[in-house]
């Protein structure tokens, strides 16, 4: 068994072997979350705080949903009603915050390695729910084990990542988890959103919507990130969508059938169709799903870790 987790920072830190180990405690909270029961009293010790200095509303309900699944005292945090505004450090509010025994932070913030820098600064475990452009880790956590439910496997599989790769923490969480799952990884947008240095990853690189699809098993389409677009990327996002949308028109030109997911939120009608977002070929309702079992298994094994520490 490989040793339980001390943070989730990011996929880039994570052997295969702690993925496969999250991906199997999250079989057994996925098979309670069926039950009736739904909950399980192991982390009833634990005071988890959710700590957003920008918007969600999967990545924080579903994060909520699993610490109340496993019995923890939960405290929510956001920034627009808190003293950052007053000018506050990010270190000074976090040990205010851990001074009232709390035991894990989930922070999600806009600016990459933010996860990072609080750990080396902070005595308490750090998950890390979205930093700016860098990581991801829950989400592509979640995405894989989507796929793994919907193929039986992620190994072998070729996945291509459509749209805004350049401002994507998605992007690039999921290149890394699957890339160590075993699966071939296709990037696909417009040159302008494109890192240039991309292929160096391992990953490969294609600028016709079309092609990638022929060539794929799984579409994960991106959303256009106008908040963090500074300049244009591509005229307008009529030709985007023109581009690099995917409609069921498309679809029925393949000559064979793939999985589609999103991340969410979704633009409708930018980079994915209405048709098929809520098309039959569509796991992005799955995917958020199993987002909680996910988080559960990450904040389980967090747990573990914390109680094995203190035996020694
Ligand atoms: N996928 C995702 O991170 O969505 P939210 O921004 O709503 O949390």
Redesign the pocket.
Known sequence: MPATLKHLLGIKGLSEESIQQIFETADNFKQLLNSPVKKTPSLRDFTVANLFF???????V?FELAEKRLGADIVNFSSSTSSVKKGETLIDTVNNILSMKVDMLVM?HPAPGACMFLARHVNAQIVN??DGTHE?PT?ALLDAYSIREKLGSVYGKKVVIVGDVLHSR?ALSNIFCLQKLGADVMVCGPKTLIPRHIAELGVKVEHNLVNALQWCDVANMLRIQLERQDIKYFPSLREYSMQFGLNQSILNQLDKEIVIMH???INRGVEISSEVADGNNSIILQQVENGVAVRMAVLYLLAQHQLEQSKS
């Open positions: 920008e918007n969600s509303t999967r990545t924080r579903s999600r729910a979205g991801h989400q998605v991340p969410g939120p």
